[in-house]
């Protein structure tokens, strides 16, 4: 993992089998994200911040990644990620409630890009200042546009995002939120999650390049490569 450039690569919305038996294991997802080459990721299982809160952060480290907690929480809405979240949130509340909730709790609220595809999406002006909006995961990027967040994402209080929603091993990493870093700053989860408070994001809607892929799976280089670079 670098710090280099002060940004960092994180996909902010992977589900593990904490969400449903049949998708990966936090084992598996974590080092198919060092596989290619992210820095970082959020594992937001469905209601609940489990295995994101015991187990995450040290198999992480032992790839070199940072491991972030949180949570898709199912809001009365439809879903609502809560990146940092080390407690699983009360589910069945209203969307806005539920993301000022988080927000008392210096938890960054963001609405995923599935609202729009499958919840007819929300309305933005009902949410409190400072809820990030996820312009992208693994399904748009298979065409499908979240043009709802894209038009108002990383304008204002809202934080763009991106997170590959992923839900087999193929999808890690899909798609990604870069996160800059104050100079001097020391690539920590707290440091990122600052990052993410303040709406220091955007997007990085590609997968990696099948040979650079394969220069990272065949560790062909010196140096780590890193996709998303």
Known sequence: MTGAGHTLYIDTHVHTEGTDESYPSLEAVVERAADVGLDGLVVTDRDTAAAATELLPDLAAEHSLLGIPGVEVSTADGPLLALGAEATPEPGRPIAETAR?????????????????????????????????????????????????????????????????????????????????????????????????????????????????????????????????
């Not at 693994?138 to 304008?155: E, H, K, L, W």
């Open 101 to 229: 909730a988080l927000l008392d709790e210096t938890i960054v609220p963001v609405v995923p890009a599935v609202q729009e595809r499958e919840f007819g999406g929300v309305d933005l002006d009902s949410l409190p200042p400072g809820v990030g909006l996820e312009v992208y995961d693994a399904d748009t990027m298979r065409g499908i546009t979240n043009t709802q967040s894209a038009r108002v994402a990383g304008t204002g209080d809202r934080g763009a995002y991106a997170g590959s929603n992923a839900r087999t091993l193929a999808d890690v990493g899909q798609a990604a939120t870069s996160v800059r870093l104050p100079p001097g700053e020391e690539p920590t989860r707290q440091a990122v999650l600052d990052a993410m408070w303040v709406g220091d994001t955007n997007v990085v809607a590609r997968p990696p390049s099948p040979v650079t892929y394969g220069k990272k799976l065949l560790g062909s280089a010196a140096r780590q490569v890193n996709p998303f670079r």
